[in-house]
């Protein structure tokens, strides 16, 4: 019988998913990104980030950039500072200021202690060997610091119902399969756990926040974005999709909005 967390596992770090579809341009990144803009309270992520780089002096690099959010407000702020942008992807990469390289988060092309700073925002959970990752950040950032952020097991749990949902009306059950979780695997829960085995001091920063939609299509381009992964999700996708956007529509209609409550968080790991 196939374990149904080592599948889920290995879609969400299968490097032809990632690179050829998920994060092949920033399209279903930043549809994921852009639903933060509903959320209330609003945290502004960068420039928390360029806040505890503060006395940072130096090199940082943001390993896993994606569509480099973080390294865009980095160039403003801290001009001084000597930023690489590290991604699987060459193709989210085309926006991202340079210099840029595609690179292995378990196998750094750094030097050991060549960094003075390392970021790991949202992506340690799509590597396959997570405590290689870590082992390989400790080893360029010696004497400097790491700073990473994921979501909470607790993250999102309204749009995990809406799926089940939407996906039992498809398939005429009670309660469809579970919607892929990305954060799972590098929870903001199991994160001290994985980040503490190499370095000493684990200082989380839980960023708690409710959204609010009066719309449908913010809630449907955020599941929308998850179509890379499709095959794993046990149900016609498009089918589910349009469930869910009939369900969200008619629960906007009689309440005035869909909400969903958000759990991230900020991992600050000094040397």
């Not at 942008?85 to 988060?105: E, K, N, Q, Y």
Request: aromatic share 4%.
């Amino acid at each position: 019988m196939t374990d149904p967390s080592a599948t889920h596992d290995a879609a969400v770090t299968d490097r032809a998913i990632l690179t050829e579809s998920a994060y092949k341009t920033e399209q279903d990144l930043a549809a994921r990104q852009s639903l933060y803009q509903w959320q209330t309270p609003s945290y502004d992520l960068p420039g928390l980030v360029a806040e505890h780089l503060r006395d940072v002096r130096g090199t940082v690099v943001d390993v896993g950039c994606g569509n480099g959010m973080f390294i865009k407000r980095l160039v403003q702020e801290r001009p001084d500072l000597r930023l690489l942008g590290l991604d699987v992807s060459l193709g989210i990469l085309d926006g991202v200021p340079r210099p840029v390289a595609v690179a292995d988060a378990a196998r750094l092309p750094l030097a050991t202690g060549s960094v003075d700073a390392a970021l790991a925002l949202h992506m340690l959970y799509h590597v396959e060997d997570i405590p290689a990752a870590v082992a390989e950040l400790d080893r360029v950032v010696t004497g400097g610091l790491l700073i990473a952020s994921t979501n909470s097991e607790r993250d999102k749990v309204e749009l995990d119902r809406l799926w089940e949902r939407a996906a039992g009306d498809v398939l005429g059950v009670d309660k469809g399969p579970s919607r892929i979780s990305l954060s799972a695997r590098f929870s903001l829960e199991k994160a001290p756990g994985l980040l503490g085995a190499a370095f000493p001091k684990v200082e989380i920063v839980e960023l708690p926040g409710t959204i609010s939609v009066a719309t449908t299509e913010p809630v449907i381009a955020h599941m929308n974005s998850y179509r890379a992964w499709a095959d794993q999700h046990e149900v016609p996708f498009e089918a589910t999709i349009d469930r869910a956007r009939e369900i969200v529509t008619e629960h906007i209609s009689r309440q005035g909005s869909f909400e969903i409550t958000c759990l991230g968080g900020i991992l600050i790991c000094p040397r």
